[in-house]
């Protein structure tokens, strides 16, 4: 090579070098700087209906104005837990497919499996992350993900003082006490220097930057000042906030759907340990407002006040994020993607350095979780928590923002789907909503939508695994979808024993008897009861086996995937 180069300017090699690596990109009809920078949010355990656009009294404006300026989708899916949801995010494989396992020590990925990073960098990408990772089959973001840059958290205990977390896969030291850190304003931070960083050193190329929350999962931790200012909102009971978010809900046209019942007697889907040092004001059921002394609703409305805190600072976070998008005069070119990993968390544990019963309530101190009450609020309309898979547990908000595409004509157009909508399923507001898509999604379908955006050519259901199994949402995002809608394949979920599919507007579901269900069967027409309260499984029983022998084939299928 230095013979053949020897006497040739520098600059030529530079040009001859660049040829080359176009000409070795994977075939695509759209140049390296026409590609779009791409923004993938995710939230950790928060509600459908906690953000404002979605029925929420939570104050988020930034994320507001992406939905009012873009899209928002009402009928997406996750896999109802944390590591799943990322592992089906970043290989766009079920994580039945992959041996994604927490429990497995050392257990990796399958051969031939790749993490978006190694799409993109194909097509010129830099790619960063920032935030929770837990993707079991690929430990470490850089090595294992391909990002070219990473800050990791992996102490998900501790959201002012963390001990564990990592820079570039390389450990950090341990964050002292009251130095002012606070993981959701870091995690922001770390992107923002990321991105600084490409806009200095990598301007003329796109990149791809995943920034994952660690909120507002447990523990509930939040600046004082900040919980200050929800310390009154929630006096009136977690009965009234829920009525008020589903007239909010229906008003817009999210949902059309009766309201569920509060599930009284299903508590945390895990044994509580250690319940008495959190004291008298805790309690492990939905119960009726009414029914809780003073004391306990004293502490009950303090720990939704500390949520709304966290869900707030996601967004004031979020807008810092956008602000560095805009300094950098990107951010008609980037496509933003915010959703949550699972519904929104029953769970009552103290975990950590424990639960100081002197400590204020969010300080760093304390060990404190949403619980059944308010987490049915966080899931209104819908029943259930994460880990099950009922709709509360997998039904996430999806917000898109892509400037450049989102045409005023493809915002406001009719209100797509990609099911057939009962007639007598309406809300008043339904024609009048502006950038809703009923069609189905499921987290597996944004590695080919990222793909498809990035203009990434090659046969996706060729790869050195399996086909993939979900499908670019691309089309339906920026509204050139065909006339004729195509019927998407059907949608498997599985998580600890709770099992169902989703095919047109039908679902099947079981809960697991270990999970406080009776692992029977049940089928629920979608267009009119997404708060699944009328089984039809008597009534169809023709659907009802069908549905099962494609969940049963599905599961098998995907058993033998990664073996």
Known sequence: ?????????????????????????PAADISVLERPNILLIVADDMGFSDVGCYGGEIATPNLDALAQNGLRFTQFYNTARCWPTRTALMTGYYPQQVRSDPVVKGSRLPKGVKVIPHYLKQLGY????????????????????????????????????????????????????????????????ETINQLK??????????????????????????????????????????????????????????????????????????????LDLLGAGEVLKPLAWTDLTEEQQNFQTTKMAIHAAMVEMIDREIGTILNQLRSMNAIENTLIFFLSDNGCSAEIMIRGDGHDLEAELGSAATFLCLGPGWSTVSNTPFRRHKIWTLEGGISTPLIVS??????????????????????????????????????????????????????????????????????SLFPVIVGSWD?????????????????????????????????QGDDIWRLYDMRSDRSEQQDLSQQFPEKTEELRQIWQQLDEQFQHDAK
Not at 1 to 25: A, D, E, H, K, S
Not at 218 to 232: D, G, M, N, S, W
Not at 403 to 409: A, D, G, I, V
Not at 493 to 512: I, Q, W, Y
Request: proline residues 10%; aromatic residues 12%; contains cysteine.
């Open 1 to 25: 090579m230095r013979l053949i180069l020897t006497g040739i300017p520098y600059c030529v090699v530079c040009f001859l070098l660049m040829i080359l690596f176009v000409w070795f990109l």
């Open 126 to 189: 830099r790619c960063y992350h920032s935030g929770k990772w837990h993707v079991p089959g690929a430990p470490f973001p850089c090595a294992d993900g391909g990002f070219d840059r990473s800050y990791e958290l992996l102490d998900h205990n501790r959201n002012f003082n963390p001990q564990l977390h990592r820079r570039n896969d390389q450990p950090l030291p341990p964050v002292q006490p009251d130095s002012g850190f606070y993981s959701t304003s870091f995690i922001a931070q």
């Open 197 to 274: 960083e490409h806009a200095a050193q990598t301007p003329n190329t796109p990149f791809f930057a995943f920034t994952a929350f660690t909120a507002p999962h447990f523990p509930l931790h939040a600046p004082q000042e900040v919980i200050a200012l929800y310390r009154e909102r929630y006096k009136v009971g977690w009965e009234v906030i829920r009525e008020q978010r589903f007239r909010k809900l229906t008003g817009m046209g999210i949902v059309c759907c009766p309201l569920s019942p509060p599930e009284r007697e299903i508590g945390p889907p895990y044994p509580q340990n250690n």
């Open 402 to 471: 892509y400037p450049r595409k989102l045409s005023q004509k493809s915002k406001e157009s009719s209100v797509h789907s990609s099911i057939n909508l009962s007639e007598n399923v309406s809300s008043p507001n339904l024609s009048l909503a502006n950038g809703l898509r009923q069609d189905l999604g499921h987290v597996v379908d944004l590695l080919p939508t990222i793909l498809d955006a990035a203009g990434y050519q090659n046969n996706l259901s060729v790869t050195e695994f399996v086909p993939l199994p979900g499908e």
């Open 483 to 515: 006339a004729e809608v195509k019927k998407r394949s059907p949608i498997y979920f599985s998580h600890e024993g709770n099992r169902a599919v989703r095919d047109d507007h039908f679902k099947l579901v079981s809960t697991a008897k270990k999970r």
